[in-house]
């Protein structure tokens, strides 16, 4: 989401889709394969039933509503006949969509039939985590952009192999964001992200 999805990377990919896909035709404004029509595939945010069809930014809500649902069942506060409903009425709440049967909505997902309880929120907290590692990334080396652009992904493979692959089990995952970014875990930075991409067009 980070830098697969950035500007710098669709413009270096969109000459690679058009050789792949489009006969070797060249990119031009208005070719499937410019860098504008790209980006506005790859940023289009819309309300989803489905959690692994959502976009970027409507996603953390699907992740917010299974947190509140497994709280209020393993607390006992919601009883499992009226899990059903819940999910409508949550899915409404923070996403403004009610599904209109069960498969999307409730059984959608196999955590919960797995037994894997208390999974859900570590999609975001993978987000926000990505977006802080990218902009630590970036503040070492401003060149990433440039670099990404012109198909060197080295430099961002190389910081991130030192600061994050490097470490394995070595560190928590809080430990290993101040060691690499020289703070905890901080929303600020996906925010921040999210606003660049989606409010400015960055």
């Known amino acids: 989401m980070q830098a697969c999805r950035s500007r710098p990377f669709l413009s270096w990919l969109a000459p690679q889709l058009a050789e792949l896909f489009g006969g070797g035709a060249a990119v031009t404004a208005s070719s499937p394969w410019s860098v504008d029509n790209l980006e506005r595939v790859y940023r289009r945010v819309a309300r989803s ?87 630590a990334a970036l503040a070492a080396h401003p060149e990433l952009p440039q670099r990404i652009a012109a198909g060197d992904f080295q430099p961002l493979v190389r910081w991130l192999r030192t600061h994050v692959h490097a470490q394995g089990s070595r560190l928590s995952g809080e430990a290993l964001l101040h060691a690499a970014t020289g703070r905890g875990l901080d929303v600020g930075c996906f925010r921040a992200h999210l606003e660049r991409r989606y409010l400015r067009g960055d």
Do not use: K, N
Request: aromatic content about 10%; overall charge negative; proline content about 7%.
């Open 49 to 135: 039933l489905i959690r692994v069809d959502a976009d970027e930014v409507t996603y953390p809500a699907h992740v917010i509503l299974r947190y509140r649902l497994e709280r209020a069942l393993l607390g006992g506060g919601l009883p499992l006949r009226e899990l059903p409903g819940a999910w409508r009425e949550g899915m409404l709440e923070l996403v403004g969509v009610a599904p209109p049967d069960d498969r999307q909505g409730c059984l959608q997902d196999i955590h919960w039939m797995d037994g894997t309880f208390g999974y859900f929120p570590t999609y975001t907290l993978g987000a926000i985590s990505a977006a802080q590692l990218h902009q």
